[in-house]
Nanobody
Framework: QVQVTESGGGLVQAGESLTLSCVAS??????YVWFRQAPGREREFLCG????????SYKDSVKGRFTISRNNAKNTVTLMMNNLKPEDTAVYYC??????????????????WGQGTQVTVFS
């Protein structure tokens, strides 16, 4: 059974850091990504990493603040978020897919999605 599970969300003050984790199981995946959806807004791509962890992609607005990494031994993908801002408040989703090419932010390339974890940043 394919399953994607996120954890680590919570309530933090602006300027603080938070780390989200994702476990994707049930089949082999080639790409892992994080998206987020703020209230009243469309879901947006944040960053992605391939299976080996050697290739990453970031949305420009989070470069330098967010870091995605993969631990193959633990089969986890981690999103480390630093210097959080109130505008980072959203539900964060982890997804996994089996594509080797194409745009990282194309949602249709990911066929396994988690339920999401809430991140709330207050000022």
């Amino acid at each position: 059974q394919v399953q994607v599970t996120e954890s680590g969300g919570g309530l933090v003050q602006a300027g603080e850091s938070l780390t989200l984790s994702c476990v994707a199981s049930g089949r082999a995946f080639t790409r892992y990504v994080w998206f987020r959806q703020a209230p009243g807004r469309e879901r947006e791509f944040l960053c992605g990493i391939n299976q080996s962890g050697l290739m990453t992609s970031y949305k420009d607005s989070v470069k330098g603040r967010f870091t995605i990494s993969r631990n193959n031994a633990k089969n986890t993908v981690t999103l480390m978020m630093n210097n959080l801002k109130p505008e980072d408040t959203a539900v964060y989703y982890c997804a996994a897919g089996r594509s080797y090419s194409g745009a990282w932010g194309q949602e249709s390339k990911y066929d396994a999605w988690g339920q999401g974890t809430q991140v709330t940043v207050f000022s």
